[in-house]
Each structure stands twice: as C-alpha cells, then as structure tokens.
C-alpha cells in the first residue's frame, strides 16, 4: 500500500517539470509491450495518458514527466463469486445506477478495480479491492516541507482551533464533484458545492452522502467558489465574471456581472453576514503590483461592479511565519496563492486558504495572526472553506483528476475553549 501511496503523489510532485517528447513516453510503452499498437496519446498537466493495445488486448498506462508508470489500466474478467461481491454493493448503494464495465487498475505493487457506473449522464467510478471489498487509495506527502507527525509535534499546531491532523468526518464525493473547487453552507446538512468545468449548483446531503439537487446556471467555463446570502448564490468565474440568482424563488433568470478588479485569475468569493458584503479574493499577484501581492476586494451585492480593496496579503509575510513557527519547514520554495477565503462568523476573522503548499492563513483586524500548513496526507488539493454559524468548519478538497482519489469534503469542530467571540 505505501508504495501505491508514493505513486500517486507522483503526479503532485511531479508537477511543473519539464516534459519529455512524445517519443520518449512512447519509447516506455514500448518497453512495457514491444509490439504495442498506440491508439490515443493525451498530454495532462502532470502526466501523459497513452492507450493502446498489445497482444490484442487494450491498455491506458499514465507516465509522470521522470518517465515513471504511475498506473495502468486494463480490461478485465472478475471471477463469478467477486462479482457477485461488488454488484450486491453497487446495487445497494447506487440504487438505479447501471453498471457499465470493470477494469483492472495497478499501481506499483497494488492492484484493485474500477467499476464504471452510469445514471442520467453522469459517470461514476467505485473502486474495489480484489476480494470486492471498497476500495479508497489515500494521500501521502511527498515534495511538502512537512508531514503530518511533524505537524503534530508543533506548539503553534496545537494552539490552532481546529485539530487540522485529525477531521471530525470526511465525505467522500461523487465522481461528478472531483474537482470541487468551492463550498457553501445551504443549511445544518446540505452543503452548495461547484466544480471547476461544469456551471451547475450542486446540493450535496451530508446526511445521506449524495447530491440531493442541482441548479444549472450556465455551461462550461472555469469556476471556482460559491457563496450565499441566504436567498441568493453567487458564484465566481475565475476571470472575475459572478453569476447569481435567487435560490429560494428561482424565476429563471441568471443575472452575470463582470467584476473590475486588478487581477486575471480570480480564485474565492464569500458572503459575510456581519457586514452584508461579498470578498473576493485573487490567486495572483495584481496586474500592475508586485510578484509578493495578492488582493481580497469587497463589494455590495447591489452594486458588484465597484469593488474597493479590502487587503493587501503580503505573501513574503506568510513565508516567515511559517518558518518561525515551524522550524523544521523548509521555507525558501513556499507559495501562496489564494484558492478560497471565508470569515469566522463568530471571531470576525478572515481565513484565507492556499492550495499551492496547502496553507490556512489567518487575519483577524487584517493583521496576519497565524499560519498552518495542511498535511498532504490528508488534503490533496484544498480549495473550499465554509464555516457554519457556530465556528464549525468545512474544508474540501479536489482529487486526482485520473480518478482514484475523489474529491472530499472535510469537516472539523472547533475545539473547546479555543474560539473566543470578539
């Protein structure tokens, strides 16, 4: 299993180098199958995706960019008694799903199968060991400059007030949300939820552990957080453009405003309850501003197109206090570049979430007052904060877009005697 673990941060930690030439991966698959007829090459951002056939039978094999084999796909005949096994789940748990296909996944020293499953358009992958027992591959930390054990051993870490390391219940999401990219509390249990491709709402039941609704208010574009008032969402593309309707009485009509900010790659968007205004914040550093910069603006609902600056971060800021408060980080390559920002509805305090070295900043009176590096054991790529009205929190997380990590919601009780109303 650990060595499964260590692939699948491959196509983290792999990210950003160089890519070989097409000829190269191909060089691999040849190696694997001397005779391998190419059928389809795919570059990925952190990978190629090949598929092929040797030996007549068909093959997908995902090589990271250090030309390692990440996982290999391939068809598959499961025996009657395992089969039996999986379907029983499958129907008992996906009530009106038609199961499509099995394939068979292996990734270094472990292999497991994919189940593929169909309902009204959306495809749903379910994964199973090879006794048909579920099966759920989890993160583990490979280029970060901490781990969870060394989280844990932290002061600053154990002043935090959430107990990041340890969450009180994990969702694991539809194939639909594995790109969640932002989170909004619709009430006690049912969460707002947005993916990055596809201009729908999604209503996701805490309770039963599905989406219970949707509402469709575009097409296809990059979004990447919702908010609501209440009444009304409001959710955010990433070229600043915020899309919203009433909820509660929808009428039909999506009203698009284009924001005019000093920044092309706007990342999160929150409605604060105590001052009624909406905070955007930026994942890059502004058009005409330093590399260290990264704006959070706000705005009234009425008049979304004036927006006013509501904080500077100073990303080199944030790099110290990680070093001062957790020695043992290697600091130098940190990045933050905002993906979600909410405010604490009882301290007042500003949280800011970067899923670039997944770091939690927090500002309370716009002042920078702690720091804390999520673990990549548990967060593969943070992007969505929701707090609840009484301080709980909600942090979701997207999963490797090949599939054999979903995208999950985490959700955390803050700790007795920590939150302070101010």
Known sequence: MKQLLIIMGLLCATAGLAQPLKQQYINKINQICSNADIIEFEMKDDYAEIEYRCNGKLFEVGISPTLEVLFIESETEIDPHTR???????????????????????????????????????????????????????????????????????????KAPYDFLNPTNTYE?????????????????????????????????????????LHRFTDVGDFEDVTSDGANLYILRSDGTIFSFNVANFDGKIKQTVLQLNSLNVEGIFYNQNDHLLYIVCKDQPIDGESWQRNIYKTDTKEMRSAKLALTIDTKEIVRKVKDDYAFA?????????????????????????????????????????????????????????????????????????????????????????????
């Not at 799903?97 to 959306?122: C, H, N, P, Q």
């Not at 509805?345 to 500002?363: D, F, R």
């Not at 959700?411 to 109303?421: E, V």
């Open 173 to 213: 999401l539809p194939e639909v949300l594995k790109e969640i990219s932002g989170i909004a509390p619709m009430n006690a249990t049912t969460l707002y939820a947005v993916q990055d491709e596809s201009g729908v709402v999604f209503k996701y039941d805490l309770k039963k552990e599905s989406i219970s609704g």
């Open 84 to 158: 039996s096994i999986i379907e029983k789940k499958v129907s008992k748990k996906y009530e009106g799903w038609k199961l499509d296909e099995y394939t068979r996944v292996s990734m270094g020293d472990t292999s497991f199968y994919k189940a593929e499953l169909w309902k009204d358009g959306i495809e749903e992958n379910v994964y199973f060991t090879l006794d048909g027992k579920y099966f759920r591959p989890k993160n583990l930390v490979v280029n970060e400059p901490w781990t969870q054990q060394r989280l844990s051993e932290s002061g600053a870490y154990r």
């Open 330 to 422: 290697n600091s130098t390559n940190l990045q933050f570049n905002p993906s979600a920002i909410a405010i604490h509805p009882l301290t007042n305090e500003m949280y800011i979430l970067s899923a670039s070295n997944k770091l939690l900043a927090v500002y309370q009176s716009n002042k920078l007052s702690a720091v804390y590096p999520l673990p990549a054991e548990i967060f593969y790529k943070p992007e969505g904060l929701a707090f609840m009205p009484d301080g709980s929190l909600y942090i979701s997380s997207e999963g490797i877009k090949k599939g054999y990590l979903n995208g999950q919601v985490f959700f955390f009780k803050h700790k007795p005697g920590i939150i302070n109303k101010h």
